[in-house]
């Protein structure tokens, strides 16, 4: 039995059922990138509020991957319009040329969107306590005894228990004794630290004797002797006791509880639950002899002391004793961790510069105090170049205004206060500040600065930041500022719907012979449905590229 | 459907056509928010350049929507659809606008 209306339309609306299906979906799909523009809009507009703005990333994405996209995107939406039209025609080789066309440029999309957000995954974002804006990339840790200034081979890295290299910003803390959750402990985290107290030829073992009652109301027995090594097993199983003390003194209570009310509603049979509630309380007799031990915390020492390193994430640095996500506790003392900018390609004084003036203070005074500037004579020199860079761009919008009946206009925040990497490349190659973009190579304009390349001319200084000056770091992803979280939510999903799109007309063209030798027609109407879809696709990305990347 | 093979022929040009406009408005696009010759008033990237940039990608989408998409000839139930879904896309962006003018939020917390 043929189902109606795929082929023929319906004679009350004229459309077949896959046309109003489809524009069904595409409305709500209306809806729900309208839902994340309009997002977009409060959240761009809300950043230049005066009172609670902050620092958006305009104009911060490199155009040209964008641009190229939307060139693939529209070529793309031609050639599957091509591809319908074949099929109405019965060309199937033609057909079969153009969708296949059209899902090769999804795929070269997807991929320039791939390395577009790699890159964003690896720039380093630091803010400083007194709210410089510091962007580059960290250094690796380098085994001992290198040279930290010559050029590096891949053996002169260290590698994790992964194999891959570490980045500078790590937590060292000269551990003397560790006290582990016994049940939140992470496995992984304590392997680490065994490895790396072995490097150091340090033993971590129990601190004290672990005495238990291992039954109800027996008496205390030592299940593992003071000097026992540290090990994941070893935590695992005295887990399993703890949680077994933990529960049969759960129900033990819960027993006792139940007993203290039934004594009390014989006691006040009048009164209500909650107005003797006061009056029940477990009677200490009532558990004697029926308890076991609980073990929520084992402590060990941790002989001699070892440099352990951690992810600024995973652990709450103290002075004298950090803690860990799991509810490790350790004690020791808090060694020097820096962050290390092995290239700094960016400084941006905007957030410093508005505290400044929310404090009606003089943002340029506030800024030449910033530690940054104080203490880097490479990223000094690179400000007071911007600077003078700045006041011959005032002087030339004054002559412009003044001469040439132009509108006036001065340097706006962000010329002001921030210089980026494109400024770091001009000053480097002794160019001035209006010919920046041409300093930039085609490779660079997707891949960002080629850090290597650019080496030899010291472009981008390195900078070692204490940790004590380390307010905020991120990579630039969603915690670093709401223009990334959108701008990832919103191209993340609008890649999901090219995926999808692809996978469809990838379905027509490889699998479509047998439909189109069948009913050509149906087929004619399946692509024709799967190509709105695809244009669809194409109209969001129309407005998302001059919104995120050119706005 | 209702093209047919001769208007589907005739139409091969037209598309070529769009295609193109669209290729020469994503360079427009691109030259009005970039090139300092372009910029509307000489006041740097500001709302003038920003509104000219949307008003480009809507002519755009409008010739991907009314020619590639078919929605220049296309039946009265399709442009129902389509403008409840703008119907209530304005009513999410007002609620965002309402939103934003009377927050309920802790005065406190900003401090």
Redesign the interface.
Known sequence: MEIPFVVT?RKD????NS??AI??F???E??LF??FF??Y??LRV?SSDPV?GYPWPE?ALP?LPG?IN??IL??S??TV??AW?AL??RQWGKFQAFMGFTVLCAFVFLGLKGIEYNVKFHHQALRTVDGAVIEGHLGYEKKEGVDAHAEAKEEDYVLNHHGKKIEENRINVEATGLTFNTVRFHKDWVEEILTEAGHHHSKITLASDLKLALKPGAAEETVLPAGTELSTEVLAKVADLHLKARANNADVRTEALRKAWDVAHETYPSKRDWQIAEKVAIDPKALEGKLMTEAPNLAFKVDPPAKLTFAPRDVKAGQAQSSLRDGTAIDGVLLESPMVFHAVDALDFRHLAMKAINKGLDPMAEVEKSWVLANSPELREIWEWHKGEIAKLEERLKQ?YEMKG??K?EP?FTERYRVEWKDFAAKAEGKPRTEREGVIKLKEQFMGPNYDDRAAAHTFPELSVPRDQVAFDSKFTPAWNPFYAIYFTITGLHGLHVIGGALVLGYYLFRGKKMYLSNP?WL??RV?VG??FW??V??VW??L???LY?? | ???S?EE??K??KT??A??AL??IG?VL??AV??QEFLDI?????DRAD?IL??L??TV??SC??GI??HLNHE????YW??F???V??FF??WL??LA?DSPIFDQFF?R
């Open positions: 339309p609306t004229g459309l077949t046309k109003i524009w069904l595409l409305a709500s209306v809806m309208g839902g309009s997002a809009v409060y809300g609670g104009r155009i641009l939307t060139f529209i070529a939406s031609v319009v091509f039209a109405k025609l412009d132009k509108s206009r706006t027609e004619a109407n024709e190509g709105l244009h669809f194409d109209l129309i407005f590229f001059p919104l050119l706005m | 459907m209702a093209d093979p589907i022929r139409k091969t598309y070529l769009v295609g669209l290729f994503t696009t691109w928010a970039t008033g000489g006041h740097g990237f920003c940039g949307l480009i990608a755009k989408a991907v929507a590639f998409m039946k009265k139930a399709i659809i389509f409840g879904s703008f209530f896309v999410l962006a965002l606008k934003h900003y």
